[in-house]
């Protein structure tokens, strides 16, 4: 009987540790999936309302981070050239900002989208705000999240072309030792928030459709190329005559 005894509460035991160790897992599993989301949408007649010049606003800074809107509103505007826009230049647009009262994002809900298509000369602004971007502790693991949104406004009617939301994890740690919490610490406590953000805006401009402009990367020269498109239909014909 004591043997019985000794192997129903050994084999206990492993249930227990096993259901210890996988819970935590499923968890884990749960909250990944819950954390990863991404919400965008574009215009169905994008591409005849596509514009060719886009002013990029200052972004609402929703965290506790500071300069957390500045770095997104400087990562749009870096990889807007990418998507084939052309955009007006970052210091006109402050400049703008100034001229009009514009001393804090949240003053801009009381400027027209054309006035300000008018001040800054182009056809669409992005405005957005950084919903979140912190690191997140949990018991078995450690996360460094994300949280942004983005939208393309055309100024001369105020119509959204294109949205985009996305909440991220940038980076997930196993901590289940006191070592590993330790060095999660050590490692992530170092994270760059405008890394963080750059890495977003990257996966969000993902969606958004390719503008009027091919951009050629030369890789000798180490810079982009504008070409502007071509007609090659009407090119054929004036050749023809």
Request: proline share 4%; with cysteine.
């Amino acid at each position: 009987m004591k043997l019985c005894s000794v192997i129903v509460k050994h084999f206990l035991l492993i249930i227990q540790a096993t259901f210890l160790f996988y819970y935590p897992m499923s968890l884990f599993a749960v909250e990944q999936k819950d954390l990863d989301k991404e919400v965008w949408w574009v215009h169905p007649d994008y591409s005849q309302l596509r514009p060719h010049v886009i002013a990029v606003l200052p972004m609402v800074n929703m965290t506790f981070e500071p300069g957390a809107a500045d770095i997104l509103q400087k990562q749009v505007y870096l990889r807007l050239k990418s998507k084939g826009y052309q955009k007006i230049e970052a210091t006109q647009v402050a400049q703008v900002m100034d001229k009009i009262g514009i001393q804090t994002p949240e003053q801009l809900s009381g400027i027209s989208y054309k006035r300000l298509g008018q001040e800054l000369n182009c056809q669409a602004v992005i405005q957005g705000q950084v919903n979140q971007s912190a690191r997140q502790h949990k018991v078995v693991y450690d996360a460094v999240v994300v949280s942004c949104s983005l939208q393309l406004i055309e100024c001369a009617t105020g119509s959204v072309l294109w949205k985009c939301e996305q909440f991220r994890s940038a980076h997930r740690q196993w901590q289940l030792d006191p070592f590993n919490m330790l060095l999660n610490a050590l490692v992530h406590g170092q994270d760059s928030r405008e890394d963080r953000i750059a890495w977003l805006v990257q996966e969000m401009l993902r969606s958004l459709p390719q503008g009027p402009v091919v951009v050629v990367n030369d890789n000798l020269l180490q810079k982009a190329q504008e070409i502007k498109l071509s007609e090659p239909k009407e090119q054929n014909k004036k050749e023809d005559e």
